[in-house]
């Protein structure tokens, strides 16, 4: 079965500055799907950003891009430029293609001080 | 476009109580899924419908039973409420394009308090 773990419960940062978030997942696949998702306390999830395991390119969107390393399953998000509005709490997460099952970590809580 | 509207925001149950979680889409989406999330635990998947007609079991669907009423509409209901079920209950939507973009559009969320 595939496992996301965060271990980073909790982080901050100052605005402005850049911060990376780590996640590494488990699983014998070799294409799939991996997110990032920000929870800001409003609550609604919102899809940062995606990745797929077949691409070597890493994703970018605007100030956010990922550090995708296949071969240690390894996928942080680097926020640069932090802003006030990405205070959240960010979740990774892992789907295999055609499965519809999104498999989440545990989430880590950004706070991002002016 | 109003996206996913989950229906009611908020509801404080007593156990043994029943009741229907609302769910619809109307960005023409097939696939729906209902997610829990508890403190420290992430999402994890209820139940899904794939499509129109199907559902399946998640993570963790004991106590829980879904109806796909149409391709807009995916509803979850709690038979007996247990304080177990004290959650914040998330429906999401997918679409099947040709590019497999497999995004989840997420609901607002559904805080439950089971007593």
């Known amino acids: 079965a595939q496992t996301v773990t965060q271990s980073q419960p909790e982080m901050s940062v100052q605005e402005a500055e850049t911060v990376t978030l780590s996640c590494t997942y488990d699983t014998s696949e070799s294409n799939y799907y991996l997110f990032w998702y920000k929870q800001p306390p409003s609550r609604q999830m919102i899809l940062v950003i995606r990745q797929e395991a077949y691409k070597q390119q890493n994703a970018t969107e605007n100030r956010f891009s990922v550090n995708f390393q296949k071969a240690a399953k390894s996928f942080s998000l680097k926020i640069s430029d932090s802003q006030l509005g990405d205070t959240a709490m960010y979740f990774c997460a892992f789907m295999k293609p055609l499965s519809l099952r999104l498999i989440f970590g545990t989430g880590t809580r950004l706070q991002v001080f002016p | 476009n109003a996206g996913v509207t989950q229906t009611p925001k908020f509801q404080v149950l007593k156990t043994g109580q029943s009741m229907t979680l609302q769910c619809a889409q109307d960005m023409n989406h097939n696939s729906m899924y209902w997610y829990r999330q508890d403190p420290g635990m992430g999402l994890r998947l209820i139940y899904y419908?794939?499509?129109?007609?199907?559902?399946d079991k998640g993570e963790v669907p004991n106590g829980y039973n879904v109806s796909r009423l149409n391709k807009r509409e995916f509803s979850l209901r709690l038979e007996s409420a247990a304080p177990s079920q004290t959650s914040v209950y998330f429906c999401?939507?997918?679409?099947?394009?040709?590019?497999?973009?497999?995004?989840?559009?997420f609901g607002p969320g559904t805080r439950l308090t089971v007593t």
């Open positions: 999401a939507s997918s679409p099947r394009d040709r590019d497999y973009t497999y995004e989840q559009y």
């Open positions: 419908s794939a499509s129109e007609g199907t559902t």
